[in-house]
Nanobody, 122 residues
Framework: QVQLVESGGGLVQAGGSLRLSCAAS????????MGWYRQAAGNQRELVAT???????NYADSAQGRFTITRDSAKNTMYLQMNNLKPDDTAVYYC????????????????WGQGTLVTVSS
């Protein structure tokens, strides 16, 4: 079983910063791609940023230039540094990972965290 746990959300004023963390645990052989998604009230869940096992990153237009995604493969942990936050960034942020498992068979599993709430006030 694989577990993802997000942390670091909270209430900040516009222009402020937050750093989100996502820690993966369980019977993990390795982690392929990881990403951050968010879902605002009344909206669909949307991609924020992704990072591959090789460190290649992609960002949504809304995050480009303000957010930075990183990962520590040795710790199976991913981060999202969010700067110059805007009220439109208010959402529940979710961690996703494509995890490689080897028992009982070699396979890939999509794992999601429970989410952490980010609220940006004006």
């Amino acid at each position: 079983q694989v577990q993802l746990v997000e942390s670091g959300g909270g209430l900040v004023q516009a222009g402020g910063s937050l750093r989100l963390s996502c820690a993966a645990s369980g019977s993990i052989s390795s982690i392929n791609i990881m990403g951050w998604y968010r879902q605002a009230a009344g909206n669909q869940r949307e991609l924020v940023a992704t990072i591959t096992s090789g460190g290649s990153t992609n960002y949504a237009d809304s995050a480009q230039g303000r957010f930075t995604i990183t990962r520590d493969s040795a710790k199976n942990t991913m981060y999202l540094q969010m700067n110059n936050l805007k009220p439109d960034d208010t959402a529940v942020y979710y961690c996703k990972a494509v995890v490689v498992l080897t028992f009982p068979v070699y396979r890939f599993v999509d794992a999601w965290g429970q989410g952490t709430l980010v609220t940006v006030s004006s």
